[in-house]
């Protein structure tokens, strides 16, 4: 199982939202280059990136510093946030990030997710955000009645081969992870899936790889310290 250290971009600084509230806010590192840096150096293979200011603006906004993380690192980058139209996405690619997370318009705009799939195949990951198994949209802002699990069966018809799903209640919280709503997840589809929310713990991370995901995001718990990403890469990865 890959572990990607998440880093989330507000106003240039790394930060950590509370359940996607952005009234909720702490911020980690006022230079996220930096940040990028130190988990590479902990033996990070993947970095999750989050621009939150685009996924509020419903545009890119933080491309400056996406390119100044590209330019200073080796990582794999995987990137979500204000992504809505072709030309977001092909930007973006561009910049040498190796695959983009669409979130709010897989929802809304099929026939774009239709278009980016048939263009980017692979480097077309959905993020699937649930709140009580419904799917949230618009940065959380917003949640939909569409049943996540039945929504990723059809996009994997669709041809999504890699869905990030994410679990609002547990993101940011510490709490554990939702062994439960994971496994359902795997049980309805075959592409690759992605945990991300509550890991606080190396026995977390345990779990989660004995559950089969290929990759599990970490966010909070790696900034807190409650876990040590290069002891849990040695451990998990290795």
Not at 35 to 53: K, N, T
Not at 94 to 110: C, H, K, M, S, W
Not at 142 to 167: C, H, M, N, W
Not at 171 to 196: C, F, H, K, R, W
Request: some cysteine.
């Amino acid at each position: 199982m890959i572990i990607l250290p998440a880093i989330d971009i507000k106003d240039g600084r790394c930060v950590r939202l509370f359940q996607g509230d952005y009234a909720q806010i702490t911020t980690y590192d006022t230079d996220p280059v930096q940040v990028a840096l130190r988990w590479q150096e902990a033996g990070a293979s993947w970095i999750h990136l989050v621009d939150l200011d685009g996924a509020k603006e419903g545009y890119p906004v933080n491309a400056e510093l996406i390119k100044r993380i590209r330019a200073a690192t080796t990582l794999h980058i995987e990137l979500g946030g204000g992504m809505r139209t072709l030309k977001h996405i092909e930007q973006l690619l561009e910049l040498g990030v190796d695959r983009v997370i669409l979130g709010t318009i897989a929802i809304t705009n099929r026939q774009l997710l239709q278009q980016a799939l048939e263009r980017w195949g692979e480097r077309i990951v959905v993020g699937l955000d649930a709140r009580e198994g419904l799917v949230a949209i618009a940065g959380w802002l917003e949640t939909s009645q569409v049943k996540a699990v039945d929504l990723a069966r059809e996009l994997s018809e669709l041809g999504v081969k890699r869905f990030i799903y994410t679990d609002i209640s547990r993101d940011g919280a510490l709490t554990g992870p939702n062994l439960g709503a994971l496994t359902e997840m795997q049980q309805a589809v075959s592409s690759a899936l992605i945990a991300s929310g509550g890991v606080s713990s190396l026995a977390d991370l345990q779990a989660l790889a004995s559950s089969g995901v290929e990759g599990t995001i970490v966010g909070k718990a790696i900034y807190t310290g409650a876990v040590d990403l290069a002891a849990a890469i040695r451990e998990i990865e290795r």
